[in-house]
Structure formats: structure tokens, C-alpha cells
């Protein structure tokens, strides 16, 4: 017994110093990374990790808490998984937003930080007025930042973690561009936060503005302070850490001054100078231009230096809200793609342009290699107080959503947004957000719904899983989908929601129904992002390392192959090429979301490329990984067909007959498989013991065939080979267009020896000599083994607490075998399914509330206390007679039955990994696991279990206060190897 207690301290410390050794913080050249943002921190660890991983994500960022927090709570569990990490540890990096570059260097008051009338400095100190409370030299300045710098690169650089880079101010520009124009105290805001941009003005001609004058001053964005803080921040980073850098996420500035009746210019038009394209791309010019300019005490300073990104990143988030107001005014209706929703669309095209085609003149200009990150809108304005307004005739709140708000995309305008993206030449796809949101407080409250709930759980995830956590069930903060878009009826043509659940009078099963219904529609955005992101990772091998070709990136058209539908959106097509610019590769984008399977047309003229460019009629198609045949209309002129869904692309390269063999597999290209159940998983993951396969399908990318290609499957969390087979490919065939070469093998993984927890599994094949792209010969998957449970083990059941088909109990489950203590007869529901939920009764005699369950465990039968000992559940309990939600709701003990007879049991909140059991409907929680081995008292391991007691107890409040009855919930019990 002690000898396997002396082996699971050896497996953690192995799995934690392999963990220390993680791999690359960055990604290969050769992929598309998809990073979410903004997950909900105390929902992140290493499971979250991996679910991200099954659907498709290669990381997450997560922005403003502390670096120590960032660092165990966010980067350990991605080094774990091996996934990517993006932080901006704000306790580190908050010195951004306080100090600028205000005053002359040669001043003590060369970098300031302003207060403002109410600012609490100490205790004994409140500013009264706009004064700078604090000045500092240069070389004090420099020096706080040389520390933050140092802080970070021993954080996140030491061990080798996989931070990817760090994130400077949110929306810089955009934020600036509000101080400089509305604040107006005597230290201007503009003067330091954000402090990216110099205070350059200059005159406008805004004429509409009929304030006398033609001409009026606005900020140009034109040029990045060489000495200011953010320019000297990204340069200690650097020089600290090599490997990373800072860099910003950058908005659109623009200005929409009338759309839907929602006028975008405040009612003060001298501090209204709108954004414009011109502008944007002046502050992306500035960005990538940026220089360091180091402090002399005596002068003169150095010259400037290089200090520019590699890249920066820029969000779009195009689809809005109509209101009400607009929809009676004008008898609008409504529908997707109309007129007037296709035209946010197109402007925010027009703002993406100005930041991707800027980047992209200036890397070809100056040579310099930097690249553009793309955030698509994933979020929408889903409730909240603030979209809701009382009318007085009434007597009730009405839904009156804002023009100009934003509202969840469909899942084919995430598609669509994602590829707008890529095919500006977009390198990495950051969807924001991941996590749902409140913003505001009281009446102007809202929800923003993000591809997860505020508990980083699926929207349409089973309803014990969620219903007693924090997400707002009432009609208010989430709004019942059939009432406004894109769920509403008839908006989508793709998507129609089912019937509402009809109400029933005071039935809590139909309350289960009814919010099952409502959260399923705000569900299907996350449902879709698996094959979205999988089809990105499937073509990211060639796209990734392709670029427009200069002077020939317009070279191609694209048409609609008949009669052109109603609230018709045109497509785009771009022509990339390689580095050497010696192939021509189509990457086209079916805009049109309200139909799929549209036809198009697309030609490209061979005459309009240099001399040697491989041309024919065939093409090879990067998206389904087959040739396609089109004809030769002209003389060099080549047509092809094709067909899309709404929001779909495709890449096509052109060739000129022949393409040497290259394989190709990628992350989505790999599906585990259960044999013995017949399981392909959509969560990989399974119990120490079963044998897994692993399914991998290999591509051949060229018409060279390739015999016997040796191919591995490896544990690269351990370190062990795991099996090999073999592929073989006969070459693509212009004889057969529209088919695959491609070969499956199933490698097998016998876990019986396998360690629990993460592993991160690798498929590849041998090198292959004169292969023309062997970086895409590896794909990799996230594996969790389980330890063994005994319910599952041996019931074949899990005590998972769903309700008992027949034979029921009073407790609804058979999970539970008996019960004792005070329960309340009439308290036992089936209002939540999969939950054990009890009342204890306040009726009984007695100082205080026990409520006890006993285990199914099957007759004639016992545990092995030996092998089973590790506890965890979930539960949460609702104690009124406690005087706060966060307080203790209950404390649990544990007792049981030895094979001798004899009865032992032990307080378990007196465990650190459980401790008392949380008060308040929106407290559940995990609770262990625990080593009952380790209990003081318990005897655990000492004899076989042949009973297994959780027990609840509280105490009753003292007279003359009546006690109240006190609800148990418990979703789920495991004890585990």
C-alpha cells in the first residue's frame, strides 16, 4: 500500500518536471494559430486546456490580472498541454497607462503621472484638483521598466513556458483617440494614457460641421514616441526576453454618422472628428515604424533605433443590432444580408483594408517582416437591463435594443469574418471573446454572450453541468432568442429555431426544457467553431506561408455563375504566391451567407503573370486536397467553376501539370477511437486501461507517387514510441480529378501501462528526401487518460446520479442504494436531470441538519480500499440560514462499513481539498480529488468497503430564529484509482 502511495509521488514529480520542459512559445511558420480571448480566469486549467484543443484552438490569451496569477492559473496548464499562451500580466505592465513622456528630457518631470479631484493617494491625501502627483527622471523610468522587464523574463521565460508574445495597450489608437478629442481638464488625458502615439495635430476640413470654420485639429496617429513609455516598455522586453515582444491590438478607426437613425457623432461636434481610413492606416504606419530613442544625461542622445513589431493585430466586429425605434419608423424587417447590414459589412472591409493592405505596402517597401493577426466578432449584445426599457402604459419592460449594438454573428458570418481575414493575408485568427460578460451596472447593464458562458462552459451543455453556477437564467440578462437576431424567425434562411417549449404551471422539469431551448440557440456559434477552425488548419500548411503577389494581386476574377439572388453580397478572390513568386496560387471568399452551395465562376489569365508561371487547366484545390478541372476559355485564359457555402473559401494553386509528391496531415486529420465500444471521440479522452487508436489520414499533395512511407506514433509528453505503420500513395491524377490520394492508417495505443493525466501525442512519418514541403508531415492531439472509477468499473454505471428508469426511488437515481439522517419526504425532485437534489428537514428534532446518502454498491459485493481511493464530486448547497451565499453551506462528512463490520468515519472539510461545502445557487463547485488513504482517522485502505456514506450536517440557527429548510445537490461522485 505504500509502495503505490511512493509511486504516485514519483509519476507527479516526473509528469511535473517534464511539464517544466515544455517546447516552443511559438508556433511553426507553417500554421494559422487560433487563440481565444478573454476566457473567464477562475474557469482555466489544464482541462479547460485540452477541451480548447479538441475544438480546434492552438491557445488562449488572457489580459489584466496579476503576473503571478496569469502565470498559475493560464501558462502552467498550456505548458501542460503544450498549448499557446498571449498575457498581459497588468501588474507588471500597468506602468503603460500611468507615466508618459510629458515635459522636456532634461527635466524631473521628463515622464509624469496626473491625478484627478477625488483621487485617493493615501490616507491622508485626496486630490481637490487636476494636479501631476508624481514626476520622474528618465533614468527612473528606465530603470522601473529594465525591473518589469526582468519580472517577466524570469515569470514566463525561465522554465521555457509557452508565452507566445505579450499584449501592450488594448485598441491604442482608438483609446487615444478619444482623449485627445473629448478630454478637457488641464492635464489632458491625452498626455498619457494611452501614451502610444505623439500629440501631433492636424488641420481637417469639416465643413459639415457649420461651426464657422473650415478647417479644424484632429490627432494624425502619424508617428509612435520614440521616448515615450511604450516604445522604451517593447524595447526592455525585448532585450530581457529575445524570444518575445509586445504588441497591440488595434481598432478601427472610423467614424459611422448615421446608420439605422444611430448617430455616431456626439452632440459636442468640436470634439467630434471622425476616423478615418486615411488615419487607421497613418496609425499602422506609425506602428510598424517605430523607433527607440535611448536618454544621454549629458547630450546629445543617440539616434534612434529600429523598435517596430513583428506584428500586431486588428479586430472587426461588423454585425449589428437594429433597433426597435428604426424597425417602426422605417417598417423594416429584420433579415440577414440586407441592405443595410451589408453595408456595415462592406465598411468594415474598407477598415480592414486600411490595415492589412498599409502593413502589407510596407513590408514589401521596406523590406521588413511583419504581418497583420485578425480578432472576428464571436460576441454579441444578448440582455442585460440595458436593452430593456418600461414602458409606463404598459406597466412592463419592453425589449428596445440599441442600432448601433452588437449582435451575435451566425455561424456562417464567422466563417465568412475568419476567411475575410485570411484572405488579406491575416497569420493568426484570435476570435474575440471566448467568454460571456456584463458590462455597466444598474439600468445600463448588458450581457455580451461570447462563444461560452461566464464559466467558460458550452451554452447547450448537459443543464446539471451549468444550472447551479453563476449563468442568469431570467428572461432579463439573457433574452429569449426567438425575439430578436439572428435567432429571431425568419432572419436566418440557414438556421431555424424549434418550437418554445410550451409552459407548464409550477413545473420545474418544464423550466429545464425551456432553458435547454433558449441557451441551444446562443449554443450554435460554438457548435460551428470546430469545423471552422479544422477547415483553417487544414489549408494553414500553404496559406500560411503565402502572401499577395505584389503587381498581380487583383490579376483574377470572380463571378456569380448565374442570376444573382436578392440581398446579394459579392465574393472576393486575391492571387498569393510564395516567396520566390514563381506560383500562382486563387484564394477565393463567398461573402453571400444566406444560401450555401452558390456557384461562381473564376478565371484567371496566364498572360498577366511573368514568363515561367506554371498554368493549365487543372488546379490543385488546398481545401479538399484533390485536383479540379476547368477549361481553357482563351488563349491562356483558364476557367474553373465552383461551388460554396455561405461564408466559405478555397485555395486553389495553379500548376502546369505536374506537382513532386508531398504528404500532408494536419491536427484535425487525427480522430481517436474507442474499438472496443465503437466510439470515434469528440473528447479525447478515456480510462487507463482501453486500448485507443488512433486514426490518421495522410494526403498526398502532388501527382509523384511515394511506397512505404514509415510512420510513427509517439508520446511526446513521456517520451515513448507507441506504434508504427506505413502509407503509401499512387500520385493525384488529372484522369481522376475530384479525388483524394490519400491513405488512413490506425496506430494503437495500449494505455494499460499508461500514466494518468495529459498527454500530448504526436503522428508523423520519416523524412523524405526532395519532399517539397516536409514541415507538414505532423499532426498532433491532446489525450487525457482517466483513472479507473469504480461505479463505472464496476456497475458499469457511474454515479452520475441520473434518474432511475424503473425501480425508482424517492431519491429519482439509483445511484443511491439508501439514505438516512433528516430528510424531507417531500423534497426529493427531479427538477434537474442528472442531480440528486434533497431537502433537509427543519421539522425534525434535533440541533442540527444531517442528511446522509449511501453509494450504490452492487450485493454481495465491496470496494477495494486498496485500489479506490481517491474522492471528488460535485455538489453545492443552499443554506438560508446561513448568513451569507459565500459562506459555509454545510460541512460533509464521510463514514463506512469495513468487511469486519465496524463503522469509521472522518470530517472531510476538515481537507484542504474539499473544506466546506459552498453556500448559494450559484456555488457549485468541484470538490477533491482526495486521497481518503491520507484522512486521518478514516482506516481507509485498511479492509474492504462493503457501505459508502457521504454525509451533510449544518447547524440550526439558535431561537428565536426559525430554521429553514436547507436544499443538497450533488451531480456526480467518483473514487478513483
Not at 80 to 92: A, E, K, S
Not at 673 to 690: M, N
Not at 703 to 712: A, E, F, K, M
Not at 869 to 893: I, Y
Request: hydrophobic letters at 35%; aromatic letters at 12%.
Amino acid at each position: 500500500m505504500k509502495m503505490k502511495s511512493a509511486f504516485g509521488i514519483l509519476v507527479t514529480t516526473v509528469l511535473l518536471s517534464i511539464t517544466a520542459l515544455s517546447h516552443s512559445d511559438s508556433p511553426p511558420e507553417n500554421t494559422i494559430p487560433i487563440v481565444g480571448l478573454k476566457p473567464a480566469l477562475n474557469g482555466i486549467d489544464t482541462e479547460f486546456f485540452c477541451f480548447l484543443s479538441w475544438n480546434n484552438f492552438d491557445g488562449l490569451s488572457r489580459q489584466f490580472y496579476h503576473a503571478d496569477s496569469i502565470l498559475a492559473n493560464v501558462v502552467l496548464p498550456g505548458d501542460t498541454t503544450g498549448m499557446l499562451t498571449i498575457v498581459n500580466p497588468w501588474n507588471l505592465t500597468s506602468i503603460n497607462n500611468w507615466y508618459s513622456h510629458m515635459f522636456a528630457m532634461n527635466t524631473d518631470s521628463a515622464y509624469a503621472r496626473p491625478g484627478w479631484d477625488g483621487y485617493v493617494i493615501d490616507e491622508t491625501h485626496t486630490c481637490t484638483s487636476d494636479t501631476l502627483i508624481s514626476k520622474k527622471w528618465p533614468h527612473e523610468m528606465g530603470s522601473m521598466m529594465e525591473d518589469v522587464a526582468e519580472d517577466l523574463e524570469t515569470l514566463f521565460n525561465q522554465n521555457s513556458h509557452s508565452v507566445w508574445f505579450y499584449y501592450g495597450y488594448d485598441e491604442a489608437p482608438a483609446w487615444q483617440w478619444n482623449h485627445m478629442m473629448n478630454d478637457t481638464a488641464n492635464f489632458h488625458y491625452d498626455s498619457y494614457m494611452p501614451n502610444l502615439f505623439t500629440l501631433e495635430m492636424d488641420s481637417a476640413y469639416r465643413p459639415e460641421l457649420n461651426l464657422g470654420s473650415d478647417s479644424l485639429w484632429q490627432p494624425t496617429f502619424a508617428k509612435v514616441d520614440s521616448l515615450g513609455v511604450l516604445s522604451w516598455m517593447a524595447r526592455h522586453i525585448h532585450q530581457a526576453d529575445t524570444t518575445r515582444e509586445m504588441s497591440y491590438i488595434t481598432s478601427s478607426l472610423h467614424t459611422i454618422e448615421d446608420w439605422a437613425d444611430f448617430d455616431n457623432i456626439p452632440e459636442n461636434p468640436e470634439n467630434a472628428y471622425p476616423g478615418t481610413p486615411a488615419v487607421q492606416a497613418n496609425s499602422i504606419r506609425a506602428i510598424f515604424s517605430t523607433k527607440y530613442q535611448e536618454y544621454e544625461v549629458v547630450p546629445p542622445f543617440p539616434d534612434a533605433v529600429d523598435n517596430y513589431h513583428s506584428f500586431i493585430s486588428m479586430d472587426a466586429y461588423p454585425f449589428r443590432l437594429v433597433g426597435t425605434a428604426y424597425q417602426i419608423d422605417s417598417s423594416y424587417t429584420p433579415q440577414l444580408g440586407t441592405s443595410l447590414e451589408n453595408w456595415m459589412v462592406d465598411h468594415y472591409d474598407e477598415c480592414m483594408d486600411s490595415t492589412f493592405i498599409t502593413a502589407w505596402n510596407i513590408r514589401n517597401a521596406e523590406d521588413k517582416d511583419i504581418s497583420v493577426f485578425f480578432v472576428p466578432q464571436s460576441f454579441g449584445r444578448a440582455g442585460g437591463t440595458g436593452m430593456w426599457f418600461y414602458d409606463d402604459d404598459l406597466e412592463k419592460y419592453i425589449l428596445d435594443y440599441g442600432s448601433y449594438s452588437y449582435r451575435i454573428p451566425t455561424p456562417q458570418e464567422f466563417r465568412m469574418t475568419c476567411n475575410s481575414g485570411l484572405i488579406r493575408g491575416a497569420k493568426a485568427i484570435l476570435p474575440y471573446c471566448l467568454t460571456s460578460y456584463m458590462s455597466g451596472s444598474g439600468e445600463e447593464e448588458t450581457t455580451d454572450a461570447g462563444l461560452l458562458d461566464e464559466n467558460n462552459i458550452p451554452f447547450d451543455a448537459p443543464y446539471e453541468e451549468w444550472v447551479y453556477m453563476n449563468r442568469p437564467v431570467d428572461s432579463i440578462s439573457y433574452i429569449s432568442p426567438d425575439s430578436f437576431p439572428p435567432f429571431m424567425d425568419g432572419y436566418d434562411p440557414l438556421y431555424d429555431l424549434p418550437s418554445r417549449p410550451l409552459p407548464a404551471q409550477g413545473s420545474q422539469r418544464n423550466t429545464e426544457n425551456f432553458l435547454l431551448w433558449k441557451f441551444a440557440a446562443y449554443g450554435r456559434l460554438w457548435n460551428s467553431v470546430r469545423r471552422t477552425f479544422g477547415v483553417i488548419a487544414g489549408v494553414a500548411p500553404e496559406l500560411a506561408l503565402l502572401n499577395w503577389w505584389e503587381d498581380h494581386e487583383d490579376d483574377a476574377e470572380i463571378e456569380f455563375d448565374g442570376i444573382v439572388p436578392m440581398m446579394f453580397r459579392g465574393p472576393q478572390i486575391k492571387v498569393f504566391s510564395d516567396e520566390n513568386q514563381d506560383n500562382c496560387y486563387l484564394y477565393y471568399l463567398n461573402t453571400y451567407c444566406r444560401a450555401n452551395g452558390n456557384p461562381y465562376e473564376i478565371v484567371v489569365d496566364a498572360n498577366d503573370f511573368p514568363s515561367g508561371t506554371g498554368f493549365s487547366e487543372y488546379a490543385l484545390d488546398h481545401s479538399r486536397r484533390f485536383l479540379v478541372e476547368g477549361d481553357e476559355t482563351g488563349r491562356d485564359i483558364y476557367t474553373f467553376l465552383d461551388t460554396l457555402g455561405a461564408g466559405e473559401a478555397r485555395l486553389l494553386q495553379m500548376f502546369d501539370g505536374t506537382l513532386a509528391a508531398d504528404i500532408r496531415i494536419t491536427d484535425p486529420d487525427l480522430s481517436p477511437i474507442l474499438p472496443a465500444k465503437g466510439d470515434t471521440l469528440t473528447d479525447y479522452r478515456s480510462v487507463q486501461g482501453e486500448t485507443v487508436d488512433i486514426l490518421a489520414r495522410f494526403y498526398n499533395m502532388g501527382t509523384g507517387s511515394l511506397n512505404r512511407v514509415q510512420v510513427y506514433l509517439r508520446d511526446d509528453t513521456y517520451g515513448v514510441m507507441l506504434d508504427t505503420a506505413e502509407v503509401s500513395f499512387n500520385g493525384l491524377s488529372t484522369d481522376s480529378c475530384w479525388k483524394v490520394d490519400r491513405d488512413d492508417v490506425i496506430l494503437e495505443w495500449d494505455t494499460r501501462n499508461t500514466t494518468t493525466g495529459v498527454h500530448r501525442l504526436r503522428v508523423y512519418t520519416e523524412q523524405i528526401f526532395g519532399e517539397p514541403d516536409p514541415e507538414d508531415n505532423t499532426a498532433r492531439l491532446v489525450y487525457v487518460i482517466d483513472p479507473p472509477d469504480y461505479a463505472t468499473e464496476e456497475l458499469d454505471d457511474p454515479w452520475d446520479m441520473t434518474e432511475a428508469t424503473t425501480g425508482i426511488p424517492d431519491w429519482k437515481t439509483n445511484d443511491i442504494s439508501a439514505i438516512g439522517g433528516v430528510w424531507k419526504s417531500t423534497g426529493f425532485t427531479d427538477s434537474v436531470s442528472g442531480m440528486f437534489e434533497g431537502v433537509l428537514d427543519p421539522a425534525i428534532s434535533g440541533s442540527i441538519f444531517r442528511g446522509d446518502i449511501s453509494l450504490a454498491i452492487p450485493e454481495d459485493s465491496t470496494i477495494d480500499t486498496d485500489e479506490f481511493c481517491n474522492l471528488s464530486f460535485g455538489a453545492v448547497c443552499m443554506n438560508p440560514n446561513s448568513n451569507a451565499t459565500t459562506a459555509a453551506g454545510s460541512v460533509l462528512h464521510l463514514w463506512w462499513i469495513d468487511s469486519a463490520g465496524d463503522t469509521l468515519t472522518a470530517n472531510l472539510s476538515n481537507e484542504s481539498e474539499i473544506g466546506a461545502i459552498r453556500n448559494g445557487t450559484d456555488q457549485w463547485k468541484r470538490y477533491g480529488p482526495l486521497d481518503l488513504s491520507t484522512v486521518s482517522g478514516l482506516g481507509w485502505v485498511a479492509e474492504e468497503a462493503s457501505e459508502f456514506w457521504l454525509s451533510f450536517r449544518t447547524g440550526k440557527p439558535a431561537a428565536p430564529e426559525v430554521p429553514q429548510p436547507v436544499d443538497i445537490r450533488i451531480g456526480w461522485v467518483k473514487l478513483t484509482e
